[in-house]
């Protein structure tokens, strides 16, 4: 038990801005009669988890659960059983700490989606950092416009900020913000490449181990299609924080695109475990493996799991399966939508459709389903600088 709760407390503090308190000495708590509430009051934290393990000879079990203190309201609990055999046992308490950790700490988990309803209902002004953080995640579940400039806002907002003057993770964020404003195509002007990379690289000189610089980095890389550049910076951001799905679900995204299909299997794999309420974009990584494979069926089925209102990868990738296999009606109300997202789209449409996919070829398969579906792209020409939004 005091093992296994010192390595859920390392695997919390891998995530920025997770401050825990810890661990607490049982006996200390059970001879003052210590309840959540009071655990609140005496070490002034928010929320307090707490667990068991009851064993016989052959197996043991563990309960888990989280208390928010301000209201005593238990947020989560579950029950996990285990065998005591070597290899089983090891297994098992990976397991634990990452299913714990990810379910409290992770950018879509249990605290964070708390904390950000309370900042969203104090409206958006003068955020707090770590409310700014908050807004960066919800963008990363939804991408949509809405999101994106609330988390813009508030990252900017906290790099100006001369308390956050040296705070890696505000720099690391917007970094990666930024550069998503080129890869989602908010504009054509790939200058702000530099910005994010200089954002990324600040990140980083402030703390080399911070996580969301590290990732930005890589992210960069991907953009520009350098691809061992990026891979050696994704497989660096990783090992720091191997709990947090967010990165993991995005470099599983780009690492797919760029043909490690295996490896982005395996990690999309681990973040769907990690968070069972994941976003409905990591089904993206399958649709185009299966795409790539010929598998119009399983790549429709994917497609149909890829519910991202307002985003236009949702009816890009709808219409190009079903031009490929040959249902026009519904090909063509699927390139409607994506035109109606995007009115420029075919004119644009190569250069955005190759800023995520990465591969010509992927381009061009794509393309080709886009194309059977009633929606002709014209050949890329010379980007239109539009600006930063």
């Known amino acids: 038990a005091v093992g296994l709760t010192e390595e859920i407390i390392i695997a919390l503090t891998s995530f920025s801005k997770f401050q825990v308190t810890g661990p607490l000495n049982r006996r200390v708590i059970d001879k003052e009669g210590m309840d959540s509430l009071a655990l609140g009051r005496r070490y002034g934290v928010r929320f307090v988890l707490e667990g068991t393990i009851r064993s016989n000879s052959s197996s043991f079990r563990l309960s888990v659960r989280l208390v928010d203190t301000d209201s005593g309201r238990q947020l989560w609990g579950e029950v996990l059983d285990s065998g005591l055999k070597g290899e089983e046992y090891l297994d098992f308490d990976n397991h634990v700490v990452s299913r714990v950790a990810a379910t409290v700490a992770e950018s879509h988990g249990l605290i964070p989606t708390l904390m950000l309803a309370e900042a969203q209902k104090r409206g958006n002004k003068d955020l707090s950092t770590y409310e700014a953080i908050l807004h960066y995640y919800n963008y990363n579940r939804y991408l949509n416009e809405d999101s994106y400039v609330h988390a813009a806002e508030g990252l900017e907002q906290a790099v100006n900020d001369p308390a956050a003057k040296a705070d890696a993770t505000v720099h690391g964020m917007l970094a990666d913000l930024i550069a998503e404003s080129w890869l989602f195509g908010m504009t054509d002007d790939e200058s702000v490449l530099d910005r994010a990379e200089q954002l990324a690289r600040k990140a980083v000189s402030i703390d080399p181990s911070n996580q ?60 769907k475990l990690l968070n069972p309420h994941h976003p409905s974009w990591y089904h993206i990584i399958p649709y185009m493996i299966a795409y790539r494979k010929e598998d119009y069926g399983r790549a429709w089925t994917c497609a149909r799991k890829f519910s991202t209102e307002g985003f236009y990868w949702d009816p890009l990738i709808r219409a190009a399966v079903l031009g490929r296999l040959g249902r026009p009606l519904e090909a063509k109300l699927a390139a409607d939508e994506l035109i109606a997202l995007v009115p420029d789209f075919k004119r644009r449409g190569r250069s955005l459709i190759r800023r995520l996919a990465f591969l010509e070829e992927n381009v061009e398969v794509l393309a080709s389903g886009l194309r059977q579906a009633g929606l002709e792209l014209d050949p890329i020409q010379d980007e239109v600088p539009n600006g930063y939004m």
Do not use: C, Q, W
């Open 212 to 271: 969301p610089g590290r990732f930005s980095m890589a992210l960069v890389h991907a953009l520009r299609y350098e691809r061992d550049a990026f891979i050696e910076e994704a497989d660096h951001a990783l090992r720091l924080n191997p709990h947090n799905a967010i990165f993991l679900a995005a470099t599983a995204l780009h690492l797919t695109m760029a043909g490690e299909e295996e490896e982005g299997l395996r990690l999309i794999k681990k973040a």
